[in-house]
């Protein structure tokens, strides 16, 4: 059986601010920059067996990869597959609303002009196919609402599970590919 990783970016401005921030590039806050590097430290000290980090273009992420990289050494290169989810007009408005929680359920719902949940399937699902035909074991740097299609990848999830779905800052997290049959 083959594994990979996944830990969603530091904290940003607009996670204080509760922000939705989908496409829109936000940078760490200064705790942000510190939630990274304890995460590359705790990669270093357990040791986890990682080869090569994937990030998402935004800034939040690749500045989140670049910090556990420079600690543990390992390679990072940017895929731009993992940016976050665009929420079309959404993107600022606060992260819950009745609006917001309603349009997530609706998986071929642009936000009026960002992006499907089915066109981010598409994507980040052909992401974790091609990481699983590397000799590798990967861990992608990405966002909240990728996590939720990582997750989707590997488990059954209902719509309201995967609409609610979510993980902290610099949470990581190791999934298991199944054996072929």
């Given amino acids: 059986m083959k594994d990979i990783y996944f830990t969603r970016h530091g904290q940003t401005f607009w996670n204080v601010e509760n922000k939705i ?56 290169i940017e895929e731009p597959r993992l940016k976050e989810q665009n929420f079309g007009r959404f993107e600022s408005m606060p992260r819950h609303s009745e609006d917001f929680d309603e349009a997530k359920s609706h998986f071929v719902y642009s936000f009026d002009g960002g992006e499907t949940m089915l066109q981010l399937a598409q994507r980040i699902y052909n992401v974790l196919d091609d990481c699983k035909k590397r000799n590798e074991t990967v861990l992608l740097v990405a966002h909240n609402g990728i996590s ?3 997750r989707s990848y590997f488990y059954n999830m209902s719509n309201e599970d995967f609409a609610s ?9 190791k999934f298991t590919y199944p054996d072929e049959k």
């Fill in 21 to 76: 921030c989908g496409a829109t590039d936000i940078d760490l806050t200064p705790q942000g920059y510190a939630q990274a590097r304890e995460l590359g430290e705790k990669i270093k000290a357990k040791q986890l067996p990682i080869d090569l980090i994937l990030y998402s273009p935004l800034s939040r992420a690749k500045h989140t990869a670049l910090e556990i990289a420079k600690i543990t050494g390992i390679p990072a």
């Fill in 148 to 150: 939720r299609m990582v």
């Fill in 165 to 173: 779905y979510g993980i902290k800052n610099c949470e990581i997290l």
